[in-house]
């Protein structure tokens, strides 16, 4: 019997480990394959069949790369537009998400559908119609367009998965804190928000990403400004030396430069996102 | 958390402003200022160290804006721009297919060039396919057509003693080649290879199949929708049977850079492609890069179909100038000098541009850098153009009707005598009732 | 969204002025969100919507605009289907400015199928697949990563940020990067990978965008997007109280009973909303398609996007992109109204 419990034990560990394994390999080995790719001669590159290791290496993709400016530039224009973004999504759609999920009024369905609908349309057929009004609105070709472009993409997204976390939260809390004599906006942003701290992170981390990785609105509301483009449309610029060629090795080492922060960041706000586990416990 | 909100919303302020700050910094210049928007040129520093040698005579500020590398998103931003009047671009680089389409925006740059005296120098078939209804719409800077790449090594190794002359002879020679390279134990070597995606490569491609057997031009120069005709289908069913036999089965989803990278790495025997593909196979600009190929391989003309003739699909880049330009004349001037014959050769030596000029291909010094240009000369005076003057601002849609009918055959989704019946049909549609269907003219 | 607490409510029990109170504070604290929406929304939508009765060409504001009714959408879901016999025109028997989709048997009379907007209809198949695969994938995937990741063991820091790795290369650059893991040869990775593993010969590499386009695509989008998915479901795993599962586990519950009856249950309000989201965008799917396969497989979003940048039919690509919002707006009330999600 107590051998029987040991087998499973140990098969489960192991069943547990190979499944992580795999986890990482699905997860991780298209990155490699970037890497690697950003290492090889384009010589090796084209070679049949492809080799999993490099066998020569070579750094002057990489060189391509960080001697390029409009690449460098792309990097701090997408910092910037993805922070402020994030910021602007997570400061406006908690407020929207806190009314929403915990504040009573009528119309709160229509409310919520409206802010979806916007959402429904793909990118491309809003375009001509913003495009306009960017330029209307003075913001051609600079990075104030993309920073409030993609508000419609980041804030119906924050305001529904905020709306949950908030209706998730108990309510003995909030009642505690009427009780105090909190106002509803005091019980807002000093016990609820910090509640919510780690969903905060994660919906963030989510818009941050979006707003990184967006192309299609910054392609057309910078073009001409070459100083405002980010790096997603920086990236698809690259040349070889050669008109038509395409600079795979260069194209792979840029993503793997521009993927690094992210990994970083998640990183960093690793701790934040376990966080999640304490501020469950506190629901009781 | 108040404090978190405080700090949130200055962080936020301060952004904004920051921004402001990062796209407003035009300082004031005496100096007026020239906008060119680009798209591929090849090696970027060299390019630029040309422009700025002009700028500097001319006390001229020169900017570039790279446009994207897709033609289609390129093409669809410069409308954009044309359409809002922009004055943020002044002098603009354009496809060999566009001069229909941008007509109305660009400035007539024909009397320039008559005061240049530059005139009878351009390729005359790339300058008349520029000219709409009268308008230069673009000056010729550099050039491209369809070529047959070949390996001299392997012609030899298996006894043949000249390139293919007719399709057939490619047929043939690419499977003797295809058969005996795997025998000897390289698995995945091809005998053909080519552009089969469904894009504008694979219209080049087909256009070249269906001319070359005497099938016409999908649209002729006086209106006739001519593409429904035995020589066409017999021509598209021809390349249908090469898919999966001497080409591999994914060749329908190829490009210009998949067929090179395959014939570049030493498996494939024929290769059809733009002549950039030669230099990068020589080991790049410098020729310093290794490659299984190096000096190992030649280029021709394509082969002849039952017409006895050989077609290459005419590419190639224009200059020419917005309308809506602030300073026209200068951007003129800009023109006329980067299309000049010194530029010109400039450009073919460093950045590996085809010349437009055909006096530029008999200057000794390009023919001791570059003897292998020499031949080909005879290619780009004669390649045949797209029907896109005729069709103007339908090009993009006969195009796309074209090459998606031709994927259909190559990809055994519809018989070609089928796909050309309906493509015949909607061509009829899409343009309207100037044109008529007609029989192909007759080659000369 | 189903969620368990609905109690806030019942804390403000105390009046009508509280409920007031409350109504008003709530519009001002939505008051930015409809700041912004109607900002950046509002105009580009009602033009989309209005410049779908049009003929209006893209990028030429000169060109005259005339008003075509619902000409545009009777194009895109026209269908025809006539007899056609043997040695019948097709110029006679296809309504004028149809296309041909095939031509077939039944009870030994040949018939003709055309429709105004062959590829359109195409598309539209095409992407209710792929979204139903990919979605279908990308859930069974995530919520695995998420349970994993969800429990201790040593390198889970690590583990949560690789898992992000696909998501966080911008999907304009791992498609490229996937284009070339799915060459036709053995200079891609599927391919090297299969023949390594000697599951095929490298003369028999599987032509990956050629012969399987749709699958190629599904296997780019669940490869990118569990990261979301897994996140979204580990940030809801979190918010169960783990007491719960000690409870499960005093009363003798088995870990799959646990799952079942505690995990999931409590789970359903953030599956839905990820689901909701992923759907969303799985049936907008524009990047995948548009670099990974030719012109002729083509989503509803690249059709869309071929109307606007290839044919310059701006009203046309309107009525497309109408339509797409029909469709998306269509499965999301299927979803609220199959899991009876209260909003409320």
């Known amino acids: 019997m107590a051998g029987n419990r040991n087998f499973s034990y140990w098969a489960g560990r192991i069943g547990f480990s190979a499944l992580i394994v795999l986890i990482f390999l699905y997860t991780a080995f298209p990155f490699y394959w970037a890497l690697i790719s950003a290492l090889k001669p384009e010589s090796e590159l084209i070679q049949t069949p492809a080799t999993f290791f490099p066998q020569t290496i070579t750094l002057q993709n990489f060189e391509a790369v960080f001697r390029n400016d409009a690449f460098l530039r792309g990097l701090l224009n997408s910092t ?205 | 958390m108040p404090k978190m909100l405080k700090f949130l919303t200055i962080l936020l302020i301060a952004a904004f402003v920051f921004s402001g700050v990062f796209n407003g910094a035009v300082s004031a210049q005496e ?31 020169v900017e570039i804006v790279y446009a994207s590398q ?97 399709w057939a002879e490619l047929e043939s020679m690419a499977k003797t080649i295809q058969d ?141 100038v917005s309308a809506y330009s602030a300073n026209p004349d200068l951007a003129t001037q800009l023109a006329l000098w980067l299309t000049a014959p ?58 796309v009707a074209f090459f998606t009918a031709v994927h259909d055959v190559l990809t055994k989704k519809k018989d070609a005598a089928t796909a050309f019946e309906d493509l015949e049909l909607e061509l009829e549609n899409l343009l309207g009732s100037e044109f008529s269907v007609g029989a192909p003219p007759p080659i000369e | 969204m189903a969620v368990a607490t609905t109690s806030s409510n019942a804390a403000v029990r105390g009046g009508s002025t509280l409920t007031k109170r409350q109504a008003r504070l709530a519009m001002i604290m939505l008051a930015p969100t409809f700041f912004v929406l109607i900002l950046v929304a509002f105009y580009p939508l009602v033009r989309t919507f209005l410049s779908s009765f ?76 792929f979204t139903i695969i990919s979605v279908a994938l990308e859930f069974s995937i995530g919520l695995l990563v998420a349970l994993v990741v969800n429990t201790r063991f040593r390198g889970r820091g690590i583990m949560r940020a690789v898992m992000l790795i696909p998501w966080a290369i911008p999907t304009a650059i791992s498609t490229v990067l996937w284009r070339y893991m799915l060459n036709d040869n053995t200079t891609g990775a599927m391919n090297a990978l299969l023949s390594a593993f000697g599951l095929i010969e490298p003369s028999a590499s599987i032509a990956w965008r050629s012969q399987y386009p749709l699958l190629s695509v599904i296997l780019v989008d ?7 998915v897994a996140l979204l479901l580990l940030a809801g795993l979190q918010t169960i109280p783990t007491d719960l599962y000690e409870a499960g586990a005093v009363d003798g519950a088995t870990v799959p009973q646990r799952f079942f009856r505690i995990t999931l249950p409590l789970l359903f309000p953030t599956v839905l909303i990820a689901l909701v989201f992923r759907t969303l965008d799985a049936l907008r799917v524009f990047d995948v398609f548009a670099i990974l396969l030719p012109n002729t497989t083509r989503s509803m979003a690249t059709h869309n996007y071929e109307m606007m940048v290839t044919s310059y039919q701006y009203g046309y690509a309107s009525a497309t992109g109408v339509l797409i919002f029909i469709i998306i707006f269509a499965f999301t009330i299927l979803y609220m109204s199959l899991f009876r999600v209260e909003v409320d």
Do not use: H
Not at chain 2, 377 to 391: I, K, L, Q, Y
């Open chain 3, 54 to 129: 049009t003929n209006e060409p893209f990028a030429n504001p000169t060109a005259e605009v005339a008003n075509v009714g619902l000409e545009n959408y009777q194009k895109l879901l026209g269908i025809q289907i006539a007899p056609f016999p043997e040695g019948a025109s097709l110029r006679d028997t296809m309504i004028t400015g149809y296309r041909r989709v095939n031509t077939f048997e039944l009870f030994g009379e040949r018939y003709l199928f055309a429709a105004g907007d062959p590829m359109w209809i195409q598309a539209i198949v095409n992407t209710i697949l």
């Open chain 2, 180 to 320: 005996g390279e795997r025998a000897a134990g390289n698995a995945e070597f091809w005998g053909f290879v080519w552009q089969g995606n469904a894009y504008e490569g694979l219209t080049c491609d087909a256009l070249e199949w269906v001319f070359s057997n005497g099938g016409g031009s999908i649209v002729e120069v006086d209106k006739t929708i001519s593409i429904n005709n035995e020589a066409a289908i017999r021509a598209i069913e021809r390349a249908a049977a090469w898919v999966g036999t001497i080409s591999p089965e994914g060749v329908t989803t190829y490009q210009e850079e998949d067929a090179r990278r395959v014939f570049q790495a030493g498996n494939a025997a024929f290769m059809r492609n733009w002549p950039y593909a030669y230099v990068l196979g020589q080991g790049g600009a410098d020729g310093t890069q290794e490659t299984a190929i190096k000096g190992l391989f030649g280029v021709t003309n394509l082969p002849a179909g039952d017409s006895g003739k050989a077609a290459a699909a005419l590419g190639g880049w224009q200059l020419g």
């Open chain 3, 222 to 228: 669940v490869w990118k997007t569990v990261p979301f």
């Open chain 2, 31 to 61: 100096k007026p200022t020239l906008r060119v928007f680009y798209g591929s040129v090849g090696d970027i520093a060299q390019d630029e160290a040309i422009l700025k040698r002009w700028a500097d005579e001319n006390n001229v500020n």
């Open chain 1, 80 to 284: 910037v537009v993805s922070i402020v973004v994030v910021i602007a999504a997570l400061c406006i759609g908690s407020f929207a998400a806190y009314a929403l999920g915990r504040l009573k009024f009528g119309g709160k369905r229509w409310i919520l559908y409206v802010i979806l609908s916007m959402t429904l349309f793909p990118q491309i057929s809003i375009l001509p119609g913003l495009f306009t009004l960017v330029n209307q609105l003075g913001m051609y070709g600079s990075i104030t367009s993309l920073m409030t472009t993609y508000l419609i993409f980041t804030l119906p997204f924050t305001v529904w998965v905020l709306t949950s976390f908030f209706r998730a939260l108990p309510a003995e809390l909030e009642q505690a804190a009427l009780v105090d004599g909190c106002t509803p906006f005091q019980t807002f942003y000093k016990i609820l928000l910090p509640l919510t701290a780690p969903a905060l992170v994660t919906t963030g981390l989510l818009a941050f990403i979006a707003a990184w990785n967006e192309y299609l609105f910054s392609l057309t509301f910078t073009l001409t400004q070459p100083a405002a483009q980010t790096v997603t449309v920086a990236i698809t610029k690259f040349t070889g030396v050669i008109a038509r060629n395409e600079p795979f090795g260069e194209i792979m080492a840029a993503s793997v430069v521009v993927t690094v922060p992210l990994i970083v960041l998640v990183l960093v706000f690793q701790r934040r996102i376990v966080q999640g586990l304490t501020a469950g416990a506190v629901k009781g």
């Open chain 2, 70 to 166: 897709s033609a289609t998103e390129y093409l669809a931003q410069l409308q954009q721009l044309l359409a809002a009047r922009s004055t943020d671009i002044d002098l603009i680089q354009f496809d060999v297919i566009w001069p229909g389409i941008l007509a109305p925006n660009m400035l007539d740059l024909g009397p320039a060039l008559e005061a240049s005296g530059m005139k009878d120098m351009f390729y005359p078939r790339i300058l008349a396919n520029n000219t709409v209804d009268g308008k230069v719409v673009g000056l010729p800077w550099f050039t491209d057509a369809g070529l047959l790449y070949y390996r001299t090594d392997l012609l030899e190794k298996y006894g043949f003693s000249a390139p293919p002359a007719t």
């Open chain 2, 342 to 399: 010194e530029q010109q050769k400039e450009r073919w030596l460093k950045l590996n541009n085809l010349p437009t000029m055909p006096a530029i291909y008999t200057d000794p010094d390009v023919l001791a850098a570059t003897p292998w240009v020499a031949d080909l000369v005879p290619v780009f005076e004669n390649a045949s153009p797209r029907p896109s003057t005729v069709t103007a601002a339908l090009y993009n849609d006969v195009s």
